[in-house]
């Protein structure tokens, strides 16, 4: 869960932004064309201080991608270790930072992110996919392909945990979720692939939509999980609870497949919720399925009533284009916040913007600003149009009802999503980290 900074201040980027701004924006930071380079975890402590990492494949050896910002507009390269290959991050304080890598070791920092030491004993199997912290900073959880790094004491130590997949499920990555009180949530499903060409035969392999998600829960911090819902027609990219009972998780199957769903009983049965469509004019190309959502990626609330989703237009065969949603009424309603594209203003038809790289994933410290980061060294950051948009107002929790009230003690979390989306070259994420895999098997 993330961290609710109910009392953050509002951030004005000197030029960028004027305090009268009436309009949300996308303000571009770092966007290169380069198809091999992707941000895939980005981490915010604030509306001005944030970490993002990733990978990038254009030379013929993989090199870690690693950038903070302390002021909220320039971003500063940190220098790691070649070998380390960052694929998440956690930002836990001012000082204190965790970062997991492809090969499934743990890295912490105790200065800021300036310097970084493996954790000794605390690895998983393949990629670590995600972070995330509850809201007193105590549990803290990574996870990767069926294994879970769990500590209970603000990442002093940490323990190594197993879970089991549903059968039938091809997992390419995970979304975890916990509420410091012992229960923690695995979520995920098939990330589907795209089609590809035998390198032997010529021949093409065809892919397979994402599909088939399941969530996973466990009520003793992470010793055993039973499972909750198994063969969802939707792979699942993220998940957040709000309390014990109410949850939310973004998802999506093929083109026209996004899908939103929310929770009341804990994650045991889930309902989706209908995202307007994108309009006519957040189109990028003139063969793209008029307004259709292909997968949202990230979730995240605030409060029981106001809560953010990243979606996007990608499927394996067009390039996409990504959204933002609102929701201030717990999910009755969603606004576009807008798209990157009617963000960009007069900017909106230039000749790269079309070519929109894929987001892997958003970091929003408060409702109102953050950064969305992906493809081709992709970080764009978010400011909302209400100068003083309260994160916590709102109406009811849940579209059907539920009482009006606070949150259930959030934390944050850097979310890559589980892997289930497409990116601009067709490729799944799960099937970048699989060639990423590949790739440095033969290197060492």
Same mark, same amino acid.
């Not at 003690?409 to 490729?427: I, L, N, P, V, Y």
């Given at each position: 869960?993330?961290?609710?900074?109910?009392?953050?201040?509002?951030?004005?980027?000197?030029?960028?932004?004027?305090?009268?701004?009436?309009?949300?924006?996308?303000?571009? +930071?770092?966007?290169?064309?380069?198809?091999?380079?992707?941000?895939?975890?980005?981490?915010?402590?604030?509306?001005?201080?944030?970490?993002?990492?990733?990978?990038?494949?254009?030379?013929?050896?993989? +090199?870690?991608?690693?950038?903070?910002?302390?002021?909220?507009?320039?971003?500063?390269?940190?220098?790691?270790?070649?070998?380390?290959?960052?694929?998440?991050?956690?930002?836990?304080?001012? +000082?204190?930072?965790?970062?997991?890598?492809?090969?499934?070791?743990?890295?912490?920092?105790?200065?800021?992110?300036?310097?970084?030491?493996?954790?000794?004993?605390?690895?998983?199997?393949?990629?670590?996919?995600?972070?995330?912290?509850?809201?007193?900073?105590?549990?803290?959880?990574?996870?990767?392909?069926?294994?879970?790094?769990?500590?209970?004491?603000?990442?002093?130590?940490?323990?190594?945990?197993? @879970?089991?997949?549903?059968?039938?499920?091809?997992?390419?990555?995970?979304?975890?979720?916990?509420?410091?009180?012992?229960?923690?949530?695995?979520?995920?499903?098939?990330?589907?692939?795209?089609?590809?060409?035998?390198?032997?035969?010529?021949?093409?392999?065809?892919?397979?939509?994402?599909?088939?998600?399941?969530?996973?829960?466990?009520?003793?911090?992470?010793?055993?999980?039973?499972?909750?819902?198994?063969?969802?027609?939707?792979?699942?990219?993220?998940?957040? @609870?709000?309390?014990?009972?109410?949850?939310?998780?973004?998802?999506?199957?093929?083109?026209?497949?996004?899908?939103?769903?929310?929770?009341?009983?804990?994650?045991?049965?889930?309902?989706?919720?209908?995202?307007?469509?994108?309009?006519?004019?957040?189109?990028?190309?003139?063969? +793209?399925?008029?307004?259709?959502?292909?997968?949202?990626?990230?979730?995240?609330? @605030?409060?029981?009533?106001?809560?953010?989703?990243?979606?996007?237009?990608?499927?394996?065969?067009?390039?996409? @284009?990504?959204?933002?949603?609102?929701?201030?009424?717990?999910?009755?309603?969603?606004?576009?916040?807008?798209?990157?594209?009617?963000?960009?203003?007069?900017?909106?038809?230039?000749?790269?913007?079309?070519?929109?790289?894929?987001?892997?994933?958003?970091?929003?410290?408060?409702?109102?600003?953050?950064?969305?980061?992906?493809?081709?060294?992709?970080?764009?950051?978010?400011?909302?149009?209400?100068?003083?948009?309260?994160?916590?107002?709102?109406?009811?929790?849940?579209?059907?009802?539920?009482?009006?009230?606070?949150?259930?003690?959030?934390?944050?979390?850097?979310?890559?999503?589980?892997?289930?989306?497409?990116?601009?070259?067709?490729?799944?994420?799960?099937?970048?980290?699989?060639?990423?895999?590949?790739?440095?098997?033969?290197?060492?």
């Amino acid at each position: 869960m993330k961290t609710i900074f109910r009392n953050t201040v509002l951030i004005v980027l000197g030029s960028m932004l004027c305090a009268s701004a009436a309009s949300a924006k996308w303000t571009n +930071q770092s966007w290169l064309m380069s198809d091999g380079s992707v941000y895939l975890s980005v981490s915010a402590l604030s509306a001005t201080r944030a970490c993002a990492v990733g990978l990038n494949q254009t030379g013929s050896n993989p +090199q870690p991608l690693f950038v903070c910002t302390s002021d909220g507009s320039k971003w500063n390269q940190v220098t790691i270790a070649a070998t380390i290959l960052p694929t998440a991050i956690l930002l836990a304080d001012d +000082q204190t930072g965790f970062m997991g890598a492809l090969l499934g070791g743990l890295y912490r920092s105790d200065d800021g992110a300036a310097t970084w030491t493996k954790v000794q004993g605390a690895a998983v199997a393949g990629p670590i996919n995600e972070f995330v912290k509850s809201a007193d900073g105590k549990t803290m959880l990574a996870v990767g392909s069926t294994k879970l790094l769990i500590s209970t004491d603000s990442g002093k130590t940490w323990t190594q945990k197993s @879970f089991t997949l549903p059968a039938g499920d091809n997992l390419g990555a995970l979304s975890v979720e916990t509420d410091g009180a012992g229960t923690v949530w695995v979520a995920g499903g098939d990330p589907g692939a795209a089609p590809s060409t035998d390198s032997g035969t010529g021949q093409t392999i065809p892919g397979r939509p994402a599909s088939s998600g399941f969530v996973l829960v466990s009520h003793d911090s992470a010793a055993t999980f039973e499972t909750l819902e198994s063969g969802l027609a939707y792979c699942v990219n993220d998940v957040e @609870f709000i309390n014990a009972k109410e949850g939310w998780l973004a998802g999506g199957a093929d083109a026209g497949g996004a899908v939103v769903a929310y929770t009341e009983d804990g994650g045991k049965t889930w309902k989706a919720v209908k995202l307007p469509n994108l309009p006519d004019d957040e189109r990028t190309l003139p063969n +793209q399925t008029k307004g259709d959502l292909a997968v949202c990626l990230k979730v995240t609330f @605030f409060s029981r009533n106001v809560g953010l989703v990243l979606c996007t237009t990608a499927t394996f065969e067009v390039d996409g @284009f990504n959204g933002l949603y609102l929701t201030k009424d717990g999910g009755k309603t969603w606004t576009l916040e807008p798209g990157f594209k009617a963000g960009y203003g007069a900017d909106s038809q230039s000749i790269l913007f079309q070519a929109s790289s894929q987001a892997f994933d958003m970091a929003m410290p408060d409702c109102s600003h953050g950064w969305v980061v992906g493809q081709r060294l992709l970080i764009h950051r978010y400011d909302a149009d209400e100068k003083n948009r309260d994160c916590a107002a709102g109406g009811s929790a849940v579209p059907d009802g539920g009482a009006d009230g606070g949150d259930g003690g959030a934390g944050e979390s850097s979310r890559r999503g589980s892997g289930c989306g497409c990116d601009m070259a067709g490729k799944t994420n799960a099937s970048l980290m699989g060639s990423l895999i590949s790739t440095l098997a033969m290197i060492f």
